[in-house]
């Protein structure tokens, strides 16, 4: 099939719109939960597992039936081409998706974190006599520790079965003998890389490694070892009917605790707060959580990126720019690697410091007609970068629409506008390009402020 090119359509054209529904927060499940929105939400196992509808690519009511260790399509109608784009993808995760994250995961983690070789999962399905459908995992990668919007790294996919004519994105470049069984290897780039691994004997239960399929896709080229894992997902896409589809159980584990060991996250960690702010930091403080072992460390987030880790209840903030808004959060871990929810977040803005040295420089070329407008943006950069994300902030009433070359996302009038897989390097002294289509009412100024990972551009 041509798997993910509505999907990859809708996660880049419409990050700003209704795919931010899939951030339903999950409230606790109860046996027998039925869920009909299209991305509602909930979770299984005290918040270990969030179970979601999905129905992103069809309007076709779909509804599922939440059990106490997995779910059912209880109703799905689909009928969609089967040389395109899935009606949905109904799933069980563990970890973050857009911004709904489950507790205890560890996700996101650096792929060289220690702990990447221990990640372990299984899944039991059922699968009905009719349909059109594919039955797999969606793991997915990023560049950085993002807990919300499109990943941008990599998506990998492990089908354990598949109906009809359907087949997964890109080509077949391959065939390999992985987690006990043979599998053929499809590849293709939707924004980032799609790499699928198809069972040649389809089965309805798997358990295996995150590694075991991370380590072929790495030695084939098509992920990094600075990115992280962020979700570890199972479900179905269905493109015909999809009624009956099932996961009886799921499972995740980091470190070999599965459901036996561990599971008890740490509480999240309380009244954060900021001090001593300067052009280029900030302290931050907190109240510490507790843990049931015990809490081995905290996170601390700038937005949805991991910028440090420390033992303590308190941490110092470097490398910010002068006059510039940061929102801040923590969450604490414990030895066994299950973390906590986020603490409150905080948010300062940094002093006046006189300006960047010109490190980088951004042209904002528009063109509008009544209610509408398009923009070119350019991005250059003194310095050589590996992964790029650009904010700015709208002065006028403008909403973004779709986007080409960046993922593009839009709170209020914020902008944030991240790098795709064949841009995400800015040569020293290069550039890179990417445009938008958005509306406007009554004003459709254009912005006066750009700021390129986090430090202050030229304009112009």
Known sequence: MKRRALRALTAVLAAVGSILMAAVVASPAHADTVICEKYGATTLAGGRYVVINNNWGDDTRQCINVTSSGFTITEGNHNKPQNGAPGSYPAVYAGCHYANCSTGSSLPMRVTDSRFSTIQTSVSMTYPGSGVYDAA???????????????????????LNHTGQVQPVGSRVGTVNLAGATWDVWFGNTGWNVISYVRTSPTNSISFNIATFYNDMLNRGYVQNSWYITSVQAGFEPWVGGTG?????????????GNGGDTQAPS??????????????????????????????YDVYRGSSVIGT????????????????????????????????????????TTSGGGNGGSCRV????????????????????????????????????????????????????????????????????????????????SNASPTGFSLNGTACTVG
């Open 137 to 159: 995992y969606d793991v997915w990668f990023d560049p950085t520790a993002r807990t919300d919007g499109q990943n941008t790294g990599a998506e990998l996919m492990v089908w």
């Open 268 to 297: 999240a960690p309380s009244n954060l707060r900021a001090s001593n702010v300067t052009s280029s930091g900030v302290s931050l403080a907190w109240n510490g959580s507790s843990d049931n072992v015990g809490v081995t460390g």
């Open 310 to 349: 420390t033992s303590g209840t308190s941490y110092n903030v470097s490398g910010l720019s002068a006059s510039t808004a940061y929102s801040f959060s923590v969450r604490a871990r414990d030895a066994a690697g299950n973390t906590s929810g986020a603490s409150n977040t905080v948010s300062v803005t």
């Open 363 to 442: 042209t904002y070329t528009k063109s509008e007609w009544a209610g509408g407008f398009t923009a070119d943006v350019t991005i250059g950069s003194a310095a050589a970068v590996n992964g790029w994300t650009l904010t700015f902030t709208f002065p006028g009433d403008q909403r973004v629409t779709s986007a080409w070359n960046a993922t593009v996302s839009q709170s209020g009038s914020s902008v944030t506008a991240r790098n795709v897989a064949h841009n995400q390097t800015i040569p020293a002294n290069g550039t890179a390009s990417f445009g938008f289509q958005g509306t406007w009412s009554s």
């Open 245 to 257: 589809l099932a996961v009886n159980n799921f499972s995740y584990s980091v470190g070999g605790g």
